[in-house]
């Protein structure tokens, strides 16, 4: 009974992904996010969530942070083959006429959304982007093999100078978070609020866990924080202390979270980067690469603007 019931929640809320769900939304979002929403004979049939915000005057609608992928989700069970893509434009494009007038619109779509024909026809740009998934968890010993070689070596070596814990204030893990993005990046984007939201949310549905390389002298090396769903486990946020980089620990860690998410999930995603190193990094793991689309469109104003803006070194206030 349990089980028909989450089912049915699950198509109510129509979604692809634990970022598409409401919780998820209310979390990253509180009381800001909307959705786009069909409905056929009393039946959701599309939706697509979204967040609508203003600057500098303008309107926007974005994902929110530390959502990686959201973008629409359509009901095709019922349509016969012949008319499935032609259900499918219909529902995206009245989804696409919900959302509000605004200046720019940056939608991530899930890798499941292949059709981008509608988004081109309301004069959005599709950008092609790219994570590495592995989609088969059920031999992990085939999965070890599968890594490079200087990936297991990182691993053994890890094991024998580090122990894996889960039991860490999270205070703990954003301090070598931060650090690591700052370090990367010069700034945040997101602040500790936001990431105790997530983690809030995500503990009382036990769908995290977060992952801590310890040494000896209890000096945090690398931290790992993994969240999911039955149908898939992200890696969503890492770090490592740089004066101790040399332990393998970033590694140890991925390890220990594709075998935590072969007990939870179908499939591990490492949300890619298209950072060259990053993605080499992700690659060594023997992971496919995975397309996803970006849809934007922009008002030509913002567009003049931005070029503006990277002409004179972003000095527009």
């Not at 909307?34 to 056929?40: F, H, K, L, N, P």
């Not at 959302?99 to 004069?123: D, E, G, K, Q, R």
């Not at 980067?273 to 992700?282: C, K, L, N, V």
Request: proline share 5%; charged share 25%.
């Amino acid at each position: 009974m349990k089980r028909k019931e989450t089912a049915t929640a699950r198509r109510e809320t129509l979604t692809h992904c634990l970022f598409q769900e409401p919780w998820w939304l209310e979390a990253v979002a509180p009381g800001a996010w909307q959705v786009a929403e069909v409905r056929r004979g009393g039946h959701l049939v599309a939706r697509m969530p979204y967040l609508p915000k203003r600057k500098m005057g303008m309107t926007l609608v974005t994902a929110p942070k530390l959502t990686p992928v959201l973008g629409p989700c359509v009901c095709l069970a019922e349509a016969k083959a012949a008319n499935r893509l032609s259900r499918e434009h219909a529902l995206l494009e009245e989804l696409l006429r919900q959302l509000p007038t605004c200046a720019y619109s940056s939608i991530p779509c899930h890798p499941n959304v292949a059709n981008m024909l509608p988004f081109h026809w309301n004069s959005y740009a599709s950008e092609v982007r790219y994570t590495c998934q592995l989609r088969d968890l059920s031999d992990p010993d085939a999965i070890w093999a599968g890594f490079r070689e200087n990936i297991r070596r990182e691993v053994r070596k890890a094991e024998r100078q580090l122990d894996v814990r889960n039991d860490l204030p999270l205070e703990r893990f954003w301090a070598i978070h931060e650090r690591t993005i700052r370090r990367a990046r010069g700034g945040m984007l997101y602040s500790f609020g936001l990431v105790r939201r997530i983690d809030d949310a995500c503990s009382r549905r036990n769908a995290r866990k977060v992952f801590f390389a310890v040494d000896a002298q209890d000096r945090i090396h690398a931290v790992n924080y993994l969240v999911w769903d039955e149908r898939c486990a992200y890696y969503l946020m890492g770090g490592s202390d740089p004066e101790l980089r040399g332990s393998g620990a970033v590694s140890l860690l991925m390890w220990h979270a594709i075998r935590h998410a072969a007990r939870t999930s179908a499939v591990f995603d490492f949300e890619g980067s298209m950072i060259r190193p990053i993605e080499r990094f992700f690659r060594a793991f023997g992971g496919t690469l995975t397309p996803y689309y970006r849809a934007v469109r922009m008002h030509p104003g913002v567009r003049l603007a931005l070029a503006a803006r990277s002409l004179f070194g972003g000095n527009l206030g």
